[in-house]
Protein backbone atom coordinates (compact mmCIF):
# COMPACT_ATOMS: atom_id res chain seq x y z
CA UNK A 1 0.00 0.00 0.00
CA UNK A 2 3.01 2.09 0.57
CA UNK A 3 4.63 1.79 -2.66
CA UNK A 4 1.05 2.05 -4.69
CA UNK A 5 0.55 5.66 -2.56
CA UNK A 6 4.09 6.96 -3.19
CA UNK A 7 3.65 6.07 -6.84
CA UNK A 8 0.28 7.84 -7.08
CA UNK A 9 1.57 10.49 -5.62
CA UNK A 10 4.57 10.73 -8.42
CA UNK A 11 1.74 10.18 -11.19
CA UNK A 12 -0.47 13.13 -9.84
CA UNK A 13 3.26 15.46 -9.53
CA UNK A 14 3.76 14.90 -13.02
CA UNK A 15 0.51 15.54 -14.18
CA UNK A 16 0.28 19.15 -11.99
CA UNK A 17 3.96 19.92 -13.06
CA UNK A 18 4.56 19.25 -16.30
CA UNK A 19 0.54 17.83 -18.30
CA UNK A 20 2.40 14.58 -18.78
CA UNK A 21 0.44 11.25 -18.18
CA UNK A 22 2.40 7.91 -18.44
CA UNK A 23 1.61 5.13 -20.97
CA UNK A 24 1.43 1.03 -20.38
CA UNK A 25 5.19 1.62 -22.91
CA UNK A 26 6.79 3.77 -20.13
CA UNK A 27 6.67 6.88 -22.81
CA UNK A 28 4.67 10.22 -21.25
CA UNK A 29 1.87 11.97 -23.38
CA UNK A 30 1.88 15.29 -23.15
CA UNK A 31 -1.29 17.45 -23.05
CA UNK A 32 -1.63 19.93 -26.31
CA UNK A 33 -2.43 23.40 -25.56
CA UNK A 34 -2.89 26.25 -28.41
CA UNK A 35 -4.29 29.54 -28.66
CA UNK A 36 -6.58 30.64 -31.42
CA UNK A 37 -5.47 33.87 -32.79
CA UNK A 38 -7.67 35.86 -34.89
CA UNK A 39 -9.17 39.40 -34.85
CA UNK A 40 -13.03 39.93 -34.03
CA UNK A 41 -14.60 39.65 -37.63
CA UNK A 42 -13.93 35.55 -37.34
CA UNK A 43 -14.84 35.75 -33.85
CA UNK A 44 -17.33 33.06 -34.02
CA UNK A 45 -15.53 30.91 -36.73
CA UNK A 46 -12.15 30.87 -34.01
CA UNK A 47 -14.43 29.78 -31.20
CA UNK A 48 -16.30 27.06 -33.33
CA UNK A 49 -13.13 25.51 -34.21
CA UNK A 50 -11.58 25.51 -30.25
CA UNK A 51 -14.72 23.52 -29.29
CA UNK A 52 -13.64 21.06 -32.12
CA UNK A 53 -10.28 21.11 -30.32
CA UNK A 54 -11.11 20.34 -26.96
CA UNK A 55 -13.56 17.57 -27.86
CA UNK A 56 -10.03 15.72 -29.10
CA UNK A 57 -8.24 16.32 -25.81
CA UNK A 58 -6.58 19.58 -26.82
CA UNK A 59 -6.69 22.50 -24.35
CA UNK A 60 -7.41 25.10 -26.91
CA UNK A 61 -8.09 29.47 -26.19
CA UNK A 62 -8.80 32.06 -28.23
CA UNK A 63 -7.32 35.62 -28.26
CA UNK A 64 -8.86 38.33 -30.19
CA UNK A 65 -6.38 41.11 -31.62
CA UNK A 66 -6.74 43.66 -33.62
CA UNK A 67 -5.48 42.84 -37.21
CA UNK A 68 -3.00 44.82 -37.78
CA UNK A 69 -1.29 43.80 -34.13
CA UNK A 70 -1.72 40.56 -35.16
CA UNK A 71 -0.07 40.76 -38.46
CA UNK A 72 3.52 41.92 -36.87
CA UNK A 73 3.49 39.05 -34.53
CA UNK A 74 2.61 36.35 -36.72
CA UNK A 75 5.12 37.89 -39.31
CA UNK A 76 8.04 37.69 -36.62
CA UNK A 77 6.69 33.83 -36.14
CA UNK A 78 5.43 34.48 -32.69
CA UNK A 79 2.39 33.24 -32.81
CA UNK A 80 1.42 29.42 -32.67
CA UNK A 81 -2.06 28.80 -34.52
CA UNK A 82 -3.99 31.86 -36.02
CA UNK A 83 -6.78 32.27 -38.55
CA UNK A 84 -5.73 34.08 -41.85
CA UNK A 85 -7.17 34.47 -45.10
CA UNK A 86 -5.02 35.43 -48.45
CA UNK A 87 -6.44 37.03 -51.89
CA UNK A 88 -5.43 36.13 -55.31
CA UNK A 89 -4.12 38.73 -57.76
CA UNK A 90 -4.13 35.97 -60.69
CA UNK A 91 -6.49 33.24 -61.75
CA UNK A 92 -3.54 31.06 -61.22
CA UNK A 93 -2.16 29.23 -57.92
CA UNK A 94 0.83 31.76 -58.37
CA UNK A 95 -0.10 34.23 -56.31
CA UNK A 96 -1.57 32.27 -53.38
CA UNK A 97 0.20 29.41 -53.12
CA UNK A 98 3.78 30.65 -53.86
CA UNK A 99 3.58 33.36 -51.39
CA UNK A 100 2.17 31.40 -48.58
CA UNK A 101 3.80 28.17 -49.01
CA UNK A 102 7.12 28.24 -50.85
CA UNK A 103 10.05 28.36 -48.34
CA UNK A 104 11.59 31.76 -47.67
CA UNK A 105 8.53 33.82 -49.50
CA UNK A 106 7.27 36.92 -48.26
CA UNK A 107 3.54 35.57 -47.17
CA UNK A 108 4.70 32.12 -45.77
CA UNK A 109 4.34 33.38 -42.01
CA UNK A 110 4.32 29.73 -40.96
CA UNK A 111 7.43 28.94 -42.18
CA UNK A 112 6.52 25.69 -43.51
CA UNK A 113 9.32 24.31 -46.15
CA UNK A 114 9.43 21.16 -48.15
CA UNK A 115 11.69 20.81 -50.92
CA UNK A 116 9.23 18.27 -53.07
CA UNK A 117 6.82 21.12 -53.01
CA UNK A 118 9.02 23.88 -54.32
CA UNK A 119 10.69 22.15 -56.99
CA UNK A 120 6.89 21.35 -58.08
CA UNK A 121 6.15 24.78 -58.12
CA UNK A 122 9.40 25.74 -59.60
CA UNK A 123 8.40 23.11 -62.53
CA UNK A 124 4.80 24.52 -63.04
CA UNK A 125 6.59 28.45 -63.21
CA UNK A 126 8.78 27.35 -65.61
CA UNK A 127 6.03 25.42 -68.24
CA UNK A 128 4.59 27.17 -70.73
CA UNK A 129 2.92 23.91 -71.76
CA UNK A 130 -0.50 24.23 -70.03
CA UNK A 131 -0.50 20.38 -69.74
CA UNK A 132 3.00 20.41 -68.24
CA UNK A 133 2.18 23.60 -65.51
CA UNK A 134 -1.10 21.29 -64.57
CA UNK A 135 1.00 18.21 -63.59
CA UNK A 136 3.22 19.81 -61.67
CA UNK A 137 0.02 22.39 -59.86
CA UNK A 138 -1.54 18.46 -59.22
CA UNK A 139 1.53 17.16 -57.69
CA UNK A 140 1.78 20.45 -55.31
CA UNK A 141 -1.39 19.85 -54.03
CA UNK A 142 -1.15 16.36 -52.91
CA UNK A 143 2.58 17.22 -51.41
CA UNK A 144 0.27 20.32 -49.62
CA UNK A 145 -2.77 17.98 -48.97
CA UNK A 146 -0.55 15.37 -47.17
CA UNK A 147 1.95 17.86 -45.82
CA UNK A 148 -0.97 20.10 -44.00
CA UNK A 149 0.97 22.94 -43.28
CA UNK A 150 -2.55 24.67 -42.10
CA UNK A 151 -5.98 23.39 -41.31
CA UNK A 152 -7.72 23.94 -44.99
CA UNK A 153 -10.68 25.90 -44.87
CA UNK A 154 -12.88 27.92 -47.25
CA UNK A 155 -13.32 30.63 -50.17
CA UNK A 156 -16.61 32.66 -49.63
CA UNK A 157 -18.44 34.47 -52.09
CA UNK A 158 -18.07 37.75 -52.23
CA UNK A 159 -21.65 39.18 -52.15
CA UNK A 160 -22.02 43.09 -52.38
CA UNK A 161 -25.73 44.84 -52.11
CA UNK A 162 -26.66 48.11 -54.01
CA UNK A 163 -29.60 50.33 -53.72
CA UNK A 164 -32.29 49.59 -56.64
CA UNK A 165 -31.63 52.49 -58.90
CA UNK A 166 -28.22 51.57 -59.25
CA UNK A 167 -27.97 50.50 -62.70
CA UNK A 168 -24.94 48.33 -64.69
CA UNK A 169 -23.64 47.17 -61.49
CA UNK A 170 -22.00 43.82 -60.92
CA UNK A 171 -19.60 42.39 -58.25
CA UNK A 172 -16.03 41.80 -59.40
CA UNK A 173 -14.12 38.01 -58.28
CA UNK A 174 -11.17 40.24 -57.54
CA UNK A 175 -13.43 42.41 -55.03
CA UNK A 176 -13.05 45.60 -57.43
CA UNK A 177 -16.05 48.17 -57.63
CA UNK A 178 -15.71 49.56 -61.22
CA UNK A 179 -17.49 52.60 -61.68
CA UNK A 180 -17.07 53.52 -65.02
CA UNK A 181 -20.02 51.15 -65.94
CA UNK A 182 -22.44 52.30 -63.15
CA UNK A 183 -25.27 54.67 -63.84
CA UNK A 184 -27.76 55.59 -61.28
CA UNK A 185 -31.66 56.06 -62.25
CA UNK A 186 -31.42 59.35 -60.33
CA UNK A 187 -28.84 61.72 -58.92
CA UNK A 188 -25.66 62.22 -60.45
CA UNK A 189 -23.12 60.88 -57.57
CA UNK A 190 -22.33 57.63 -56.45
CA UNK A 191 -21.17 56.72 -52.97
CA UNK A 192 -19.56 53.42 -51.72
CA UNK A 193 -19.25 51.89 -48.52
CA UNK A 194 -15.18 50.34 -48.74
CA UNK A 195 -15.15 47.21 -46.03
CA UNK A 196 -11.42 48.77 -45.21
CA UNK A 197 -10.80 51.71 -42.64
CA UNK A 198 -8.54 53.50 -44.73
CA UNK A 199 -6.51 53.03 -48.07
CA UNK A 200 -2.51 52.95 -48.25
CA UNK A 201 -1.95 55.06 -50.95
CA UNK A 202 -3.43 56.60 -54.75
CA UNK A 203 0.21 55.58 -56.06
CA UNK A 204 -0.24 52.58 -57.81
CA UNK A 205 3.28 51.51 -57.36
CA UNK A 206 2.80 51.93 -53.69
CA UNK A 207 0.70 49.10 -51.90
CA UNK A 208 -0.66 45.76 -51.57
CA UNK A 209 -4.29 46.07 -50.91
CA UNK A 210 -7.65 45.23 -52.59
CA UNK A 211 -9.65 48.31 -51.15
CA UNK A 212 -6.79 50.47 -52.08
CA UNK A 213 -6.75 49.08 -55.77
CA UNK A 214 -10.30 49.13 -56.01
CA UNK A 215 -9.90 52.93 -55.52
CA UNK A 216 -7.21 53.32 -57.53
CA UNK A 217 -8.21 51.09 -60.60
CA UNK A 218 -11.04 54.20 -60.81
CA UNK A 219 -8.25 56.70 -61.55
CA UNK A 220 -6.16 54.67 -63.26
CA UNK A 221 -5.67 52.38 -66.04
CA UNK A 222 -3.75 49.58 -67.00
CA UNK A 223 -2.29 48.13 -70.02
CA UNK A 224 -5.44 45.06 -69.60
CA UNK A 225 -8.25 45.01 -67.63
CA UNK A 226 -10.81 41.97 -66.94
CA UNK A 227 -13.66 41.63 -66.49
CA UNK A 228 -16.02 40.73 -63.82
CA UNK A 229 -15.63 36.76 -63.74
CA UNK A 230 -12.06 37.13 -64.66
CA UNK A 231 -11.61 37.29 -68.28
CA UNK A 232 -8.20 39.13 -69.61
CA UNK A 233 -8.84 42.10 -72.28
CA UNK A 234 -6.93 45.08 -73.87
CA UNK A 235 -7.67 48.36 -72.23
CA UNK A 236 -4.64 51.16 -72.81
CA UNK A 237 -3.18 48.32 -75.07
CA UNK A 238 -5.19 47.68 -78.33
CA UNK A 239 -3.70 44.21 -78.74
CA UNK A 240 -0.47 41.87 -77.50
CA UNK A 241 1.62 39.40 -78.73
CA UNK A 242 3.92 36.54 -77.40
CA UNK A 243 7.09 36.61 -80.11
CA UNK A 244 8.96 33.70 -77.51
CA UNK A 245 8.80 32.09 -74.78
CA UNK A 246 10.32 35.30 -72.50
CA UNK A 247 9.03 38.31 -74.43
CA UNK A 248 6.14 40.05 -75.48
CA UNK A 249 5.10 43.35 -77.56
CA UNK A 250 2.31 45.47 -76.68
CA UNK A 251 0.77 47.93 -78.73
CA UNK A 252 -0.64 50.98 -77.09
CA UNK A 253 -3.61 52.81 -78.56
CA UNK A 254 -3.31 56.18 -79.29
CA UNK A 255 -5.29 59.76 -78.01
CA UNK A 256 -5.24 58.28 -74.70
CA UNK A 257 -5.28 61.60 -72.43
CA UNK A 258 -3.67 62.02 -68.64
CA UNK A 259 -6.16 63.89 -66.27
CA UNK A 260 -3.41 66.71 -66.94
CA UNK A 261 -3.75 66.81 -70.07
CA UNK A 262 -0.47 64.92 -71.35
CA UNK A 263 -0.83 62.61 -74.02
CA UNK A 264 0.19 58.64 -73.15
CA UNK A 265 3.00 57.19 -74.94
CA UNK A 266 5.40 54.01 -74.75
CA UNK A 267 8.03 56.71 -72.29
CA UNK A 268 5.16 56.58 -70.05
CA UNK A 269 4.77 52.57 -69.77
CA UNK A 270 8.18 52.26 -69.39
CA UNK A 271 8.63 54.46 -66.68
CA UNK A 272 5.72 52.86 -64.74
CA UNK A 273 7.31 49.19 -65.10
CA UNK A 274 11.10 50.98 -64.56
CA UNK A 275 9.38 52.29 -61.22
CA UNK A 276 8.19 48.88 -59.92
CA UNK A 277 11.01 46.66 -61.26
CA UNK A 278 14.39 49.08 -60.08
CA UNK A 279 15.32 48.82 -56.40
CA UNK A 280 14.89 52.12 -54.95
CA UNK A 281 13.26 53.86 -57.60
CA UNK A 282 10.23 55.81 -55.74
CA UNK A 283 12.66 58.18 -54.02
CA UNK A 284 14.58 55.49 -52.30
CA UNK A 285 12.11 52.79 -51.74
CA UNK A 286 11.42 49.81 -53.45
CA UNK A 287 7.44 48.84 -54.86
CA UNK A 288 6.40 46.43 -53.10
CA UNK A 289 4.41 45.16 -55.92
CA UNK A 290 7.61 44.24 -57.62
CA UNK A 291 7.30 40.18 -56.96
CA UNK A 292 3.50 40.43 -58.74
CA UNK A 293 6.00 40.53 -62.23
CA UNK A 294 7.27 37.65 -61.22
CA UNK A 295 10.52 37.04 -64.03
CA UNK A 296 9.90 40.30 -65.95
CA UNK A 297 13.44 41.92 -66.19
CA UNK A 298 12.91 45.17 -68.13
CA UNK A 299 10.08 47.10 -70.50
CA UNK A 300 11.66 48.62 -72.82
CA UNK A 301 10.45 51.14 -75.75
CA UNK A 302 10.00 49.84 -79.07
CA UNK A 303 8.69 52.92 -80.72
CA UNK A 304 6.57 55.75 -79.45
CA UNK A 305 3.26 52.71 -79.47
CA UNK A 306 4.96 50.06 -78.73
CA UNK A 307 6.57 48.42 -75.81
CA UNK A 308 8.62 44.98 -75.30
CA UNK A 309 8.63 42.82 -72.07
CA UNK A 310 11.72 40.81 -71.43
CA UNK A 311 11.62 37.70 -68.89
CA UNK A 312 14.15 35.83 -67.46
CA UNK A 313 12.22 32.86 -67.66
CA UNK A 314 8.51 31.69 -69.12
CA UNK A 315 5.97 33.44 -67.23
CA UNK A 316 2.02 32.47 -68.97
CA UNK A 317 0.16 34.59 -66.29
CA UNK A 318 1.86 37.49 -67.42
CA UNK A 319 -1.21 39.20 -68.64
CA UNK A 320 -3.39 38.45 -65.64
CA UNK A 321 -0.38 40.21 -64.00
CA UNK A 322 -0.63 43.12 -65.66
CA UNK A 323 -4.23 43.75 -64.95
CA UNK A 324 -2.92 45.04 -61.46
CA UNK A 325 0.14 47.38 -63.09
CA UNK A 326 -1.68 50.97 -63.70
CA UNK A 327 -0.05 52.86 -66.04
CA UNK A 328 1.10 57.08 -64.50
CA UNK A 329 2.08 59.66 -66.08
CA UNK A 330 6.29 60.19 -66.49
CA UNK A 331 6.71 64.07 -66.66
CA UNK A 332 3.87 65.02 -63.88
CA UNK A 333 6.04 62.24 -61.58
CA UNK A 334 8.91 63.59 -62.44
CA UNK A 335 8.16 66.99 -61.74
CA UNK A 336 6.26 66.57 -58.49
CA UNK A 337 7.96 63.55 -57.18
CA UNK A 338 6.69 60.49 -55.41
CA UNK A 339 5.34 61.88 -52.61
CA UNK A 340 3.09 64.63 -53.93
CA UNK A 341 2.29 62.41 -56.71
CA UNK A 342 0.72 60.04 -53.96
CA UNK A 343 -1.49 63.20 -52.05
CA UNK A 344 -2.25 64.34 -55.81
CA UNK A 345 -2.53 61.71 -58.40
CA UNK A 346 -3.09 61.97 -62.15
CA UNK A 347 -3.93 59.09 -64.06
CA UNK A 348 -6.02 58.46 -67.15
CA UNK A 349 -9.17 56.62 -66.04
CA UNK A 350 -12.80 57.33 -66.05
CA UNK A 351 -12.63 59.75 -62.94
CA UNK A 352 -9.73 61.92 -61.49
CA UNK A 353 -9.03 63.07 -58.21
CA UNK A 354 -10.69 65.81 -56.62
CA UNK A 355 -9.78 65.52 -52.14
CA UNK A 356 -10.02 63.05 -49.46
CA UNK A 357 -8.59 61.78 -46.50
CA UNK A 358 -7.06 57.79 -46.68
CA UNK A 359 -8.69 57.19 -43.11
CA UNK A 360 -12.05 59.01 -44.55
CA UNK A 361 -13.11 59.32 -48.24
CA UNK A 362 -11.64 60.27 -51.39
CA UNK A 363 -13.53 62.04 -53.92
CA UNK A 364 -13.23 61.82 -57.56
CA UNK A 365 -15.38 63.89 -60.76
CA UNK A 366 -15.56 62.45 -64.32
CA UNK A 367 -12.80 63.10 -66.63
CA UNK A 368 -15.00 64.18 -69.51
CA UNK A 369 -11.70 63.56 -71.93
CA UNK A 370 -11.68 59.66 -71.04
CA UNK A 371 -10.82 57.59 -73.87
CA UNK A 372 -13.51 55.57 -73.16
CA UNK A 373 -11.69 52.73 -71.63
CA UNK A 374 -11.50 48.82 -72.82
CA UNK A 375 -13.96 47.97 -75.82
CA UNK A 376 -14.85 44.71 -74.52
CA UNK A 377 -16.35 45.89 -71.74
CA UNK A 378 -19.56 48.51 -72.84
CA UNK A 379 -20.12 51.02 -71.81
CA UNK A 380 -17.57 52.07 -73.70
CA UNK A 381 -16.88 56.40 -72.98
CA UNK A 382 -16.78 58.87 -70.36
CA UNK A 383 -18.17 57.61 -67.09
CA UNK A 384 -22.01 57.31 -66.52
CA UNK A 385 -21.90 59.36 -63.51
CA UNK A 386 -20.03 63.02 -62.74
CA UNK A 387 -19.02 62.00 -58.75
CA UNK A 388 -17.81 59.18 -57.11
CA UNK A 389 -16.94 58.81 -53.70
CA UNK A 390 -15.12 55.43 -51.64
CA UNK A 391 -16.18 55.90 -48.01
CA UNK A 392 -14.40 53.81 -45.39
CA UNK A 393 -16.58 51.88 -43.53
CA UNK A 394 -15.01 48.74 -41.84
CA UNK A 395 -18.11 47.72 -39.65
CA UNK A 396 -20.47 45.46 -41.82
CA UNK A 397 -23.54 46.98 -39.53
CA UNK A 398 -23.01 50.57 -40.40
CA UNK A 399 -22.39 49.57 -44.34
CA UNK A 400 -25.77 47.77 -44.27
CA UNK A 401 -27.61 50.48 -42.39
CA UNK A 402 -25.90 52.78 -44.94
CA UNK A 403 -27.16 51.46 -48.01
CA UNK A 404 -30.33 50.60 -46.62
CA UNK A 405 -30.67 54.34 -45.36
CA UNK A 406 -29.51 55.80 -48.91
CA UNK A 407 -26.51 56.86 -47.51
CA UNK A 408 -24.55 55.05 -50.06
CA UNK A 409 -25.38 53.18 -53.11
CA UNK A 410 -23.01 50.40 -53.06
CA UNK A 411 -21.12 48.34 -50.33
CA UNK A 412 -18.60 45.33 -50.43
CA UNK A 413 -18.54 42.64 -48.21
CA UNK A 414 -22.19 41.74 -46.51
CA UNK A 415 -21.87 39.18 -44.17
CA UNK A 416 -23.97 35.81 -44.98
CA UNK A 417 -26.21 36.70 -41.58
CA UNK A 418 -26.73 40.22 -42.88
CA UNK A 419 -27.61 39.48 -46.18
CA UNK A 420 -31.05 36.98 -46.25
CA UNK A 421 -32.52 40.32 -44.39
CA UNK A 422 -31.47 42.40 -47.58
CA UNK A 423 -32.45 40.50 -50.25
CA UNK A 424 -35.79 40.57 -48.78
CA UNK A 425 -35.64 44.33 -48.92
CA UNK A 426 -37.82 46.22 -52.37
CA UNK A 427 -35.15 48.98 -52.36
CA UNK A 428 -32.26 46.55 -52.24
CA UNK A 429 -30.23 44.60 -54.75
CA UNK A 430 -27.92 41.37 -53.76
CA UNK A 431 -25.80 40.00 -56.00
CA UNK A 432 -22.89 37.27 -55.10
CA UNK A 433 -19.45 35.79 -57.46
CA UNK A 434 -17.06 33.62 -56.30
CA UNK A 435 -14.48 35.04 -54.58
CA UNK A 436 -10.70 34.80 -55.12
CA UNK A 437 -9.57 34.93 -51.39
CA UNK A 438 -8.64 31.40 -48.86
CA UNK A 439 -9.67 31.53 -45.66
CA UNK A 440 -7.61 29.01 -43.14
CA UNK A 441 -5.97 28.46 -39.94
CA UNK A 442 -2.29 28.24 -40.06
CA UNK A 443 0.33 26.84 -37.88
CA UNK A 444 3.77 27.84 -37.38
CA UNK A 445 5.61 25.32 -38.49
CA UNK A 446 9.03 26.21 -37.40
CA UNK A 447 8.46 24.35 -33.96
CA UNK A 448 6.24 22.04 -31.90
CA UNK A 449 3.71 21.03 -31.68
CA UNK A 450 3.46 21.51 -35.75
CA UNK A 451 6.77 20.91 -36.82
CA UNK A 452 5.28 17.79 -36.98
CA UNK A 453 2.46 16.76 -40.10
CA UNK A 454 0.61 13.87 -37.73
CA UNK A 455 -0.43 17.34 -35.31
CA UNK A 456 -1.01 18.97 -38.49
CA UNK A 457 -3.17 16.31 -39.97
CA UNK A 458 -5.20 15.98 -36.65
CA UNK A 459 -5.85 19.31 -36.74
CA UNK A 460 -7.65 18.84 -39.98
CA UNK A 461 -9.18 15.66 -39.24
CA UNK A 462 -10.56 17.55 -35.59
CA UNK A 463 -12.30 20.45 -37.31
CA UNK A 464 -16.32 20.68 -38.76
CA UNK A 465 -15.83 22.94 -41.10
CA UNK A 466 -19.20 21.38 -42.65
CA UNK A 467 -20.86 23.11 -38.93
CA UNK A 468 -19.18 25.83 -39.11
CA UNK A 469 -19.89 26.91 -42.84
CA UNK A 470 -23.82 26.18 -42.50
CA UNK A 471 -24.16 28.03 -39.14
CA UNK A 472 -21.55 30.68 -39.07
CA UNK A 473 -21.40 31.55 -42.82
CA UNK A 474 -25.34 30.17 -43.85
CA UNK A 475 -23.52 27.06 -46.40
CA UNK A 476 -22.32 30.70 -48.16
CA UNK A 477 -18.70 28.79 -48.86
CA UNK A 478 -17.09 26.35 -50.67
CA UNK A 479 -14.40 24.11 -49.05
CA UNK A 480 -11.07 23.51 -49.70
CA UNK A 481 -8.72 20.49 -49.65
CA UNK A 482 -5.79 22.26 -49.59
CA UNK A 483 -4.91 26.39 -50.81
CA UNK A 484 -5.65 25.66 -54.03
CA UNK A 485 -8.69 27.75 -55.15
CA UNK A 486 -11.23 25.86 -57.85
CA UNK A 487 -11.31 29.55 -60.08
CA UNK A 488 -7.58 29.36 -60.65
CA UNK A 489 -5.63 27.43 -62.86
CA UNK A 490 -4.34 23.85 -62.01
CA UNK A 491 -7.35 23.01 -59.35
CA UNK A 492 -7.65 19.49 -58.79
CA UNK A 493 -10.70 18.76 -57.94
CA UNK A 494 -10.20 15.11 -57.42
CA UNK A 495 -8.41 15.47 -54.28
CA UNK A 496 -11.30 16.12 -51.72
CA UNK A 497 -11.06 17.98 -48.11
CA UNK A 498 -10.42 16.71 -45.24
CA UNK A 499 -13.61 14.67 -43.49
CA UNK A 500 -14.31 15.63 -39.71
CA UNK A 501 -12.98 12.42 -38.10
CA UNK A 502 -12.23 13.40 -34.35
CA UNK A 503 -11.33 9.48 -34.25
CA UNK A 504 -8.38 9.90 -36.84
CA UNK A 505 -7.55 13.07 -35.26
CA UNK A 506 -7.14 11.30 -31.76
CA UNK A 507 -5.28 8.01 -33.26
CA UNK A 508 -2.89 11.17 -34.66
CA UNK A 509 -2.34 12.76 -31.98
CA UNK A 510 -1.98 9.43 -29.88
CA UNK A 511 1.33 8.95 -32.39
CA UNK A 512 2.30 11.76 -32.00
CA UNK A 513 2.65 11.29 -28.16
CA UNK A 514 -0.13 13.72 -27.38
CA UNK A 515 -2.71 13.04 -24.70
CA UNK A 516 -6.24 13.04 -26.39
CA UNK A 517 -8.38 13.07 -22.76
Same mark, same amino acid.
Given at each position: ?????????????????????????????????????????????????????????????????????????????????????????????????????????????????????????????????????????????????????????????????????????????????????????????????????????????????????????????????????????????????????????????????????????????????????????????????????????????????????????????????????? &????? $???????? !?? +??? /?? *?? %??????????????????????????????????????????????????????????????????????????????????????????????????????????????????????? &????? $???????? !?? +??? /?? *?? %????????????????????????????
Amino acid at each position: MKLRTILTTLIIAMILAFGFLPTTTGQTRKQLSVVIDTDSTRADEAQAIAHNLRAIGVSADVRIWEWNALKERIQAGERQMYLTAWGSAYFDPFDIIVPKFYSGDRGNYSGYSNARFDAALDRALRAVDNDARREAYFDAQQILYDDAPAIFGYSLMEVEAARSDVLNWQPSMDSRVNLHDVGLARGDTIVVGLYADKILTLDPAAYRDRPTETVIRNMFDALVTRTWDGKVVPEIAEAWKAVSDTEYLFRIRRGIKFHNGDLLDADDVVFTFDRVLREGAMGGRTSPRKGLLGPVEKVEKVDQYTVRFVLSSPFPVLPQALVHFQ &IVPRK $YVERVGDE !AF +ARK /PV *GC %GPFKYVEGQFDDKIVMERFDDYYGGSPSIPPVGPARVKRAIFRMMPDPTVRVAAVKTGEVHIIQSVPSHMAAALVRDKNIQVKSVEGTRVYMVEMNCRRPPFDDPRVRRAMNYAVDWDA &ILRTV $YAGNATRL !AT +AFL /PS *GF %GFNQSIVPYKYDPARAKALLAEAGYSTK
